[in-house]
C-alpha cells in the first residue's frame, strides 16, 4: 500500500489555497557542514503535496505551501519558489496567550 498524501491543514479561498505542513522539532533548523539548514525531507514532503494537488488540477491546482513550526530558539519567516511552488517557512509563538495565538497565526497568511 502507498501512503496517503495527506496535508495536516489546508486554506482555501476563491483565489488561494495553501497547504499547511506544521513540525516539532528542538530547533527548525539543523546544523549541516557549519551552516544552520532547513530539514530537506519537509521541503520535499511540502513540494509532493504542492505537485500531487497540482496534478489533480481544478480551481485551485497552483496552490502554495507553508512549513510551520514552532519557535524555540529563532523566528523563521523565510520564502522559496520550488519549481513553480511558492513554499514558506514560518514560525509561531506557542508560549502565549491563546488569543495573540490565533492573531499571530492570522498573520501569517499576509
Known sequence: ???????????????????????Y???????HYNK???????????????????????VNAHCEGMLLYPTVTQEL???YNVKGHRISVKTIN??????QISCDLLKLLD
Open 1 to 23: 500500500l502507498s501512503p496517503k498524501m495527506q496535508t495536516d491543514s489546508s486554506l482555501t479561498a476563491s483565489d488561494r489555497k495553501i497547504i499547511i505542513d506544521t513540525k
Open 25 to 31: 522539532y528542538e530547533d527548525a533548523l539543523q546544523p
Open 36 to 58: 544552520q539548514t532547513l530539514t530537506s525531507a519537509n521541503l520535499y514532503q511540502i513540494h509532493a503535496y504542492l505537485t500531487n494537488i497540482e496534478a489533480r488540477g481544478g
Open 77 to 79: 519567516a523565510l520564502h
Open 94 to 99: 506557542l508560549n502565549q496567550e491563546w488569543r
